[in-house]
């Protein structure tokens, strides 16, 4: 069960929400899950406290703690379709703010009537990718500003799981590395795109996890070498 669904009193929503949702919008249907909550009195309070029980994927807040005492050496960023709100929760709740240096996602605030509202983080003319947000055009704006500033970086790391992952992993270098989640969406994805002939829109490495003590080992091998 998705962790917000916790928050209703059913647990479930009605098929009228449900079936709203199209591909590429997310955001658009979690807003209309929003403000069906709103309409069913679930408090801002009630849906903070069911965000901050969602446990983490295992061995994540191993791999947070790692980066949050080496951060003279590794900077990490979230770029995430979910919302401002539910990530700053979670990560307060776990006690992993200092671990991670800026967050991409979509703007989220509760109104004056208790509802809770999420907005796009940008627009974007990649047809990959939901209307609301390119990872691609996130991460490329994000590794040139810090380029400007005279930051570079040795390797990247980038781990996910979802479609939308897809889209940023043509940015990364030869010597970088994306890691998809075994079982998952992105994983397949990349299977598919390594099985093409003359593709060379991957050209980073790949190396697939299931826990999060396999990220730790990869990050802590890059930093030995």
């Known amino acids: 069960m998705t962790g917000w669904m916790r928050c209703l009193p059913s647990q479930t929503l009605p098929d009228s929400v449900k079936n709203s949702y199209r591909k590429g919008r997310w955001t658009e249907f979690m807003g209309r899950v929003m403000s069906y909550m709103g309409d069913q009195?679930?408090?801002p309070d009630r849906v903070r406290s069911v965000m901050e029980t969602i446990p983490f994927t295992p061995?994540?807040?191993d791999v947070l703690t790692f980066i949050s005492e080496n951060k003279s050496s590794i900077d990490c960023i979230v770029i995430s379709d979910s919302n401002t709100l539910f990530i700053d929760w979670i990560l307060q709740a776990a006690g992993l703010q200092a671990a991670v240096d800026q967050i991409f996602t979509n703007p989220a605030k509760f109104n004056e009537s208790g509802y809770m509202e999420v907005q796009s983080y940008h627009s974007h003319d990649c047809d990959r990718c939901p209307?609301?947000?390119c990872?691609?055009?996130v991460l490329?704006?994000?590794l040139s500003q810090q380029s400007d500033r005279g930051v570079g970086y040795k390797q990247?790391?980038?781990?996910?799981?979802?479609?939308?992952?897809?889209c940023p992993t043509s940015c990364l270098r030869g010597h970088d590395v994306v890691m998809p989640r075994k079982g998952y969406t992105l994983e397949k994805l990349l299977a598919k795109l390594e099985g093409q002939e003359g593709d060379a829109s991957l050209k980073s490495g790949v190396i697939?996890?299931?826990s999060g003590t396999e990220i730790l080992?990869?990050?802590?091998?890059?930093?030995q070498s």
């Open 217 to 223: 080992q990869e990050l802590k091998t890059s930093m």
């Open 131 to 133: 209307i609301n947000l």
């Open 140 to 142: 490329e704006l994000y």
């Open 208 to 210: 697939a996890w299931s």
């Open 156 to 166: 990247i790391f980038y781990v996910g799981d979802g479609g939308n992952d897809l």
């Open 41 to 43: 009195e679930v408090s």
């Open 135 to 137: 990872k691609k055009k």
């Open 59 to 61: 061995g994540m807040t």
